[in-house]
């Protein structure tokens, strides 16, 4: 779902997703499951198409297309990235009441000791197009180490790391202060939980600090940590495919 208001006739999963319930792969796992009733009959149908008159639930919830909002937010270190969690200070805690009442959490991750961009959205169909592998949305970090790579280290890097019974391996890794270095861009193409961490244990060495700079080829310039900006979903759209700065 990309547009403010669904049109129909619509998908069930693309509407779970114009809800903001969930993105639509997991959407078609909620109606697999049987937790999806439309007119008060479960639905497990993936193919089930709505006219727009019917009554849709899910865990017997009523559920309704909500306004979609984007925000883009320069996430500070130390706080978490989630919608609410009693740990801790989240992204979500950040912004103004009104958002949590439209139901907005972080599209991907960025660990609590990790700051950058990180984009809030209540679009589950978005969240998917930006979070997904298949998307081809790579995000860029800042790496700082706490001990120097040479390039037989960055080498090993770039061949890929086995962790955790999986290989982990960047697109792209460019020293910024040369070789030996500890400060690195890094770029990568999936998501896995604390992969830039993880990689740089393996390694023999820490991450000492971790700014994701971009998402797709939206970059962080000027925006304080902290700070938001709104967007709607043309414009955060232009910005990661095309071009642009915050």
Not at 6 to 22: D, E, H, K, M, Q
Not at 34 to 62: K, Y
Request: include cysteine; charge should be neutral.
């Amino acid at each position: 779902m990309n547009e403010d208001k669904i049109g129909f006739p619509a998908r069930l999963n693309r509407y779970i997703a114009s809800c903001g319930v969930t993105s639509r792969r997991k959407a078609d796992e909620l109606i697999e499951s049987g937790r999806v009733t439309v007119d008060g009959l479960p639905e497990t149908s993936m193919g089930r198409v709505l006219s727009g008159d019917e009554r849709v639930c899910v865990d017997g919830r009523d559920i309704t297309p909500t306004r979609h909002v984007y925000i883009v937010m320069n996430k500070p270190r130390g706080i978490l990235s989630a919608a609410a969690d009693l740990r801790g200070v989240t992204v979500v805690d950040l912004l103004p009441g009104h958002y949590r009442k439209l139901g907005v959490y972080p599209a991907g991750r960025l660990d609590k000791e990790s700051e950058g961009l990180i984009i809030l959205t209540n679009d589950g169909s978005f969240t998917y197009e930006i979070v997904h592998p298949s998307a081809g949305v790579n995000k860029t970090y800042c790496v700082t180490l706490r001990q120097d790579l040479d390039q037989e280290g960055v080498d090993t890097w770039m061949g890929g790391i086995v962790v955790e019974e999986r290989l982990l391996r960047p697109l792209e890794i460019t020293p910024l202060d040369g070789l030996p270095g500890k400060r690195f861009n890094v770029v990568l193409g999936d998501g896995y939980k604390r992969e830039i961490r993880l990689m740089a244990l393996a390694l023999g060495n820490r991450v000492h600090s971790l700014t994701r700079t971009a998402i797709g080829n939206l970059y962080l310039k000027k925006l304080p940590s902290g700070a938001f900006n709104e967007y709607n979903y043309a414009e955060i759209k232009r910005m990661i495919h095309d071009g642009g700065e915050i």
